[in-house]
């Protein structure tokens, strides 16, 4: 099925009519028109941010990953950052937040829980 249009930088959904189709990354963006938010266990608010570079790579020239900007508490501005390692890596940009998109909220979840995790093993 092709991709509807949508925004730069906001993830493709196939059919936001399905019934959950805001469970995917992709699919809550193209719903709410804006990010998921997440409570960390750290007691921080975040949301989610999908990221696309080029690579050296030939074969796969884009990656993908994830940035989850931390809000201050009363949510007045953004006070930090964290990041996942390189999720996947594509031929194409389209391809890379096809992929990303397709994200489940609770995987995104889990991978903020482990971006958690590893700042707090740098850190302590």
Known sequence: ????????????????????????LGGYVS???RPPAFQ?????PYTVSLEVEKTP???APYSGFLVFPRWAETGVGIVG???????LEKASRA?????????????????????IQRFHDETN
Do not use: C, F, Y
């Open 57 to 59: 790579n030939l074969l």
């Open 81 to 87: 950052h964290l990041v996942t390692p390189i999720l």
């Open 40 to 44: 960390g266990s750290d007691g921080h």
């Open 31 to 33: 719903l709410h028109k």
């Open 95 to 115: 391809g890379v937040e096809e992929s990303l998109g397709r994200l489940t909220l609770l995987e995104v979840q889990r991978l903020l829980e482990e971006a």
């Open 1 to 24: 099925m092709p991709d509807q249009p949508h925004p730069p930088g906001s993830p493709p959904i196939s059919d936001t009519s399905l019934p959950g189709a805001d469970a995917t």
